[in-house]
């Protein structure tokens, strides 16, 4: 690799924070410090223009309305509100055909409206989702603007964590050093190998088949979750009258979809799909990614912190990973910033642990529950069947307890940080 191109008019050399990652968790980041007055540095090993392609990442997101509120108040919410479709229902059925959203649907579903918290979110949706190549190109153009300056590529060959400062050594020999670094590199964090941080977790032996359709009926803002006992099928709608799929299968039923020529595809797709909706007509090119748990065992060491994947990677069953990830950006922004007005050390214990503090809880539990829902949902065994649908149809009856799914799902729920309040650090 040719030495690292740096974009946007900032030096580099004297940064308060390095950002290993300038995905979607380490650009939020990135702009939530620079807001805050501190001098940011983003690293990463893919050219910003090659993050923007259409091939390069075929996932949706849904996006917690809290997460969306910290884009808005970042100055993001505008560029992405043309890609936002709003998610108004979440229908999850747990059987074979699309019971919850039929005109007699199957006992055994449940039923989200966004409705039902409208007085307590403003009127926002459960929900918006967006298309990550969308997300990625709103983050970067927000980036350059801010003058935030971006090495890339650029590769993490090793990092060195001393008494007063992270000491991060690119591919190309440039050797950067700030109070502080971040691993938000993803799951195989060179940063978090540098400071000594194991990782735990498992491979489900699942693959997410993930794709882009048209549908010829109007989706109406609704998303739909199928358990299906080889794993969920999700339909997630796009603005433009399309959806995004979330097909996971054993992982070699996974590379056979992926592979397999469009109308053979096609066949499978509608077989599950049903024709609730019309015909689905693929658009662009298939994806897919092996699922798996990994949790650091840490979140943070002297003179790092971990974000996003780099700490936490979840199963996709529940949409939640990303999200995870940004109320963590969220919430160290939050303590950095905090921090730098009180003239405190950034990269110090005392200040690093306030976020692993923060986030640890939760993060711990939201995982330990996707992975519960995999083992739960992803087969079956009739008595795991009955008792799944009888709590299921026992949620749908309880309006408190669908109020309090919906605000944990939408990321209002617990001690928020001020950007998603939606006020500004």
Not at 34 to 51: H, K, M, S, V, Y
Not at 127 to 132: C, I, R, V
Not at 250 to 270: C, D, I, N, Q, Y
Not at 285 to 298: D, H
């Amino acid at each position: 690799m040719g030495r690292a191109r740096h974009i946007g008019p900032m030096d580099t050399t004297d940064p308060d924070v390095i950002i290993a990652g300038a995905g979607i968790a380490g650009a939020t980041l990135a702009l939530a410090l620079a807001q805050g007055g501190l001098r940011p540095l983003l690293i990463d090993p893919a050219p910003f223009e090659t993050q923007l392609a259409p091939t390069f990442d075929g996932r949706a997101s849904a996006i917690a309305y809290a997460a969306f509120r910290q884009w808005k108040t970042l100055g993001v919410g505008e560029a992405l509100a043309p890609h936002a479709q709003r998610i108004e229902q979440i229908l999850v059925t747990d059987g074979r055909t699309p019971g919850a959203a039929t005109p007699q649907p199957l006992p055994f579903h449940l039923r989200f409206d966004s409705g039902e918290i409208a007085d307590r979110s403003d009127g926002e949706p459960l929900g918006y989702l967006l298309e990550n190549r969308q997300i990625r190109a709103a983050l970067s153009q927000a980036v350059v603007e801010a003058g935030i300056p971006v090495l890339a590529p650029a590769r993490v060959a090793s990092a060195q964590f001393e008494k007063g400062a992270a000491v991060v050594t690119l591919e190309d020999g440039q050797v950067l050093r700030a109070p502080l670094a971040i691993g938000a590199e993803g799951r195989g964090s060179v940063l978090r190998k540098g400071a000594g941080i194991g990782a735990i977790g498992w491979d489900y032996r699942q693959t997410g088949v993930v794709a882009t359709v048209r549908l010829d009926r109007p989706h109406e803002g609704v998303a739909h979750e199928y358990f299906l006992p080889s794993g969920p099928f999700a339909i997630l709608p796009l603005t433009d009258n399309r959806a995004s799929l979330v097909w996971t299968e054993s992982t070699a039923r996974g590379a056979a979809l992926k592979s397999a020529r469009p109308e053979v595809f096609h066949a499978h797709l509608m077989r599950r799909f049903g024709a609730f909706l019309g015909q689905a007509r693929l658009e662009g090119p298939v994806f897919s990614y092996p699922l798996s748990l990994q949790l650091a065992e840490r979140f943070t060491a002297p003179r790092l912190a971990l974000l996003g994947d780099a700490a936490h990677g979840v199963h996709p069953i529940a949409g939640q990973g990303l999200n995870l990830g940004l109320k963590g950006a969220a919430a160290l922004a939050q303590v950095l910033v905090d921090a730098a007005r009180l003239g405190e050390d950034l990269g110090s214990e005392t200040v690093l642990e306030r976020y692993a503090r923060w986030r640890r809880f939760d993060t711990a539990m939201l995982s330990a529950g996707m992975d519960a829902f995999v083992h739960l949902f992803s087969n079956d065994n009739p008595l795991l069947r009955l008792a799944r649908g009888a709590g299921m149809a026992a949620v749908n009856r309880i309006a408190p307890a669908r109020t309090m799914f919906m605000q944990e799902a939408g990321g209002a729920f617990g001690d928020l940080p001020r950007l998603l309040r939606g006020e500004a650090l």
